[in-house]
C-alpha cells in the first residue's frame, strides 16, 4: 500500500469505509474531504482543453427528454456508444441499415459528432464477415430428392431389373437411419454389365463446369457385392466398380457438370447378392479460398465500411476513432492467438497484417481528407510497454503515408490506477505532436467488487479526486493545441457498462441525473482550480 496523507475534517468512519472497499489507495496527497460541490456550471461553458464529451445511448438520447437535456446542456461532443460501430450498421446479407444511426445523429441537433468506430475487432456482425470472405464455408444444399427412402421410392425411378428386385424395405435391421432404405435383390450375376440392374434418381438443377460430390451408405448381404454410380440423362459419365461387403460403408463420388439438370443411377448387375442403399446425398462442392482471397475479400468489405461511413456522416462527423484496439496488453499486434474469441470478433490485422491499419486511414482519408483521425486503444496508462509500441505503431503508419491526427487513450481507470503513470503517459503522447483525445474516461470506485460497497460521501469524494487529477495532468502535460478533449463514456451510473447491477458507479451523474462530487472535480480542474 503506498503512504497516504490525510487531512481529516469528517468523522472517522468514513476513513475507515473509504478503506474498506479496497485492499490499495492512490497517493493524491491531500485528500480534499470537503468535498465538490461547484455544479453551477456546464462543463462545456468552461472547458480549456477542446471538447467536452460523453457517450449517448440510443433510444435515451431520442426518446428520453431528461437524458437528452442534460447531454445538450452540459456537453459539446458527443459519442456513439454503439450505433456507429459495425454490428449496429451490417446486417447478416451485408447490407446496412442506417435507421437508428441517424435517428440518433438527428437527436443531438448542432452538436459536434465523434465517430466511433471504423475499424475494430469486436462488435461487428461477423456473421456476414466470415462468409463473405469465406472464413465459413456455407453448408451445401442436397440436392437429392427422398435420399433416406423414408418415402418408399418416391422420387426414384427404376431403369433395368433383368430378374432382380428392387423396393423400398422397412423391415428391422435394414435401414443405417430411420425406418426406411432401397433394397436390391439381385440373383443373377450380368459379369461385366453393371447397367442390368440400374435404379435412377430424380433431376437435380446444377452449373455446368461446378463439381458436386455424390455420397451414398452400403451394404450387401453376403460378402462380394459390386456396385458403381452413373450419371444421365446424357453425357453419361462412369465410377468405377465399388467392391461391397457385409458391413455399412460409405461411398462417395466427384463429379463435373456438363448439363444445367442431372441424375446419377445406381449398377448393380455386376454380382449376384442382396444390396441395402440409404442415408443418399447429393450436394455441390463449395471450394475453400485460400488465405490471399480471405484477406482481397476483408480488404474489400474494411473499405467500403469505412467509404460508406465516413461519406454519409461527413456533414456532421469531422472525426474518427479508425482504428480501436490494434494491440494487446503487451503491445503486440492482435491476431486470433492473443485475442479472446468471441461470436462478435473478427481480427482483421490476423489476416491482413500490418497492413489492416495503413489500408482503414487510407480509406478514411479518401473518404474525407479534411476530417481528423485517430487510432484508439486502452490501458495505455498502465502498460508502459504498450504504450510504447502504440506510439511506435503510430510512427511507422506515418512514415507508410498513413494520415493520424491523434491518438485516443481510452482511460477506464480505478481508484487504484498510478497517478504517476497517468502523468507519463500524458508526457508521451504529447512528445508526438499528436493531438491527443481522452477518449473513454470513466472511474471503477469498486474494482474489487466487495459486497455491500455503497457510495458514501467520501467514497464520492475519492472517485472525484481522481477525476480532478487526471484532467489536471491532461491540461498540464498535453500542450493546449494538442488537446483535442476529455470524452466519459456514459451519462449516468446505471447506464454505464461497469455498472455491474449497481456494483459500481463509475460516471458523472446519479441515475436520478444528478450531479456526483465527480462532476464538481472535473467542473473545478476545468477553471484551473
Known amino acids: 500500500m ?13 476513513v475507515v469505509m473509504a478503506f474498506s472497499a479496497c485492499t490499495k489507495m492512490n497517493d493524491i496527497g491531500v485528500l480534499n474531504t470537503s468535498g465538490y460541490t461547484d455544479t453551477s456550471s456546464a462543463l462545456k461553458d468552461v472547458g480549456n482543453g477542446g471538447f467536452i464529451g460523453v457517450a449517448i445511448d440510443f433510444p435515451a438520447m431520442v426518446t428520453n427528454s431528461t437524458y437528452s437535456t442534460v447531454v445538450k446542456r452540459d456537453f459539446n461532443q458527443v459519442t456513439f456508444g454503439n450505433l456507429m460501430k459495425h454490428s449496429s450498421i451490417v446486417k447478416d446479407n451485408g447490407t446496412m441499415d442506417f435507421t ?21 475487432h469486436s462488435q461487428q456482425n461477423t456473421t456476414w464477415l466470415k462468409s463473405y470472405s469465406g472464413l465459413v464455408v456455407p453448408a451445401a444444399i442436397e440436392l437429392a430428392t427422398n435420399p433416406s427412402f423414408e418415402s418408399g421410392l418416391t422420387g426414384w425411378s427404376i431403369f433395368n431389373t433383368n430378374g432382380a428386385t428392387i423396393a423400398a424395405s422397412t423391415a428391422t435391421g435394414d435401414a443405417k437411419t430411420g425406418t426406411g432404405c432401397m433394397k436390391v435383390v439381385n440373383p443373377t450375376a450380368q459379369t461385366g454389365n453393371q447397367w442390368k440392374v440400374q435404379v435412377s434418381s430424380a433431376a437435380f438443377a446444377t452449373t455446368s463446369g461446378k463439381q458436386y460430390v455424390i455420397s451414398y451408405w452400403v451394404k450387401a448381404a453376403s460378402a462380394g457385392g459390386s456396385i458403381r454410380l452413373s450419371t444421365g440423362p446424357t453425357s453419361a459419365q462412369y465410377q468405377g466398380d465399388q467392391p461391397i461387403g457385409t458391413a455399412w460403408q460409405q461411398v462417395s463420388w466427384t463429379i463435373t457438370a456438363s448439363l444445367t439438370s442431372m441424375t446419377f443411377l445406381f449398377d448393380m448387375g455386376q454380382a449376384a447378392n442382396t444390396y441395402f442403399i440409404d442415408d443418399v446425398s447429393v450436394k455441390e462442392v463449395v471450394p475453400v479460398p485460400a488465405g490471399s482471397a480471405i484477406a482481397a475479400k476483408l480488404d474489400t468489405a474494411l473499405g467500403t465500411y469505412i467509404t460508406t461511413m465516413v461519406n454519409r456522416y461527413k456533414t456532421k462527423v469531422k472525426a474518427w476513432d479508425v482504428i480501436n484496439e490494434l494491440l494487446d496488453d503487451n503491445g503486440n499486434l492482435r491476431n486470433n ?32 481528407p479534411s476530417a481528423l483521425l485517430f487510432i ?13 509500441s502504440l506510439i511506435a505503431m503510430v510512427a511507422e503508419l506515418k512514415g507508410r503515408g498513413a494520415k493520424i491526427d491523434g491518438i485516443g487513450t481510452q482511460m477506464h481507470i480505478t481508484r487504484n490506477t498510478s497517478l504517476n503513470d497517468i502523468d507519463k503517459m500524458f508526457i508521451k503522447l504529447a512528445a508526438t505532436g499528436l493531438k491527443v483525445h481522452v477518449s473513454e474516461l470513466d472511474v471503477r470506485i469498486n474494482p474489487s467488487v466487495v459486497s455491500g460497497y455503497i457510495l458514501t460521501p467520501l467514497e464520492q469524494n475519492y472517485q472525484a479526486q481522481i477525476y480532478s487529477y487526471l484532467v489536471k495532468s491532461y491540461l498540464k502535460n498535453v500542450p493546449k493545441a494538442q488537446q483535442y478533449g476529455i470524452t466519459v463514456w456514459g451519462l449516468t451510473d446505471d447506464s454505464s457498462w461497469l455498472y455491474n447491477s449497481g456494483k459500481d458507479f463509475p460516471l458523472m451523474y446519479n441515475a436520478d441525473y444528478s450531479k456526483k462530487q465527480a462532476y464538481a472535480a472535473v467542473l473545478q480542474a476545468l477553471k484551473g482550480l
Open 376 to 388: 484508439n486503444d486502452y490501458n495505455l496508462e498502465a502498460k508502459p510497454a504498450k504504450l510504447d
Open 337 to 368: 492467438a492473443n485475442t479472446t474469441a468471441a461470436a462478435n470478433v473478427l481480427v482483421w490485422s490476423h489476416y491482413l497484417g500490418r497492413d489492416y491499419a495503413l489500408k482503414a486511414f487510407n480509406y478514411a482519408k479518401a473518404a474525407d
Open 100 to 120: 437508428n444511426t441517424d435517428a440518433l445523429v438527428a437527436s443531438v441537433g448542432s452538436m459536434d459528432i465523434f465517430g466511433h468506430t471504423l475499424g475494430w
Open 2 to 14: 503506498k503512504k497516504i496523507f490525510f487531512r481529516i475534517t469528517t468523522p472517522l468512519a468514513f
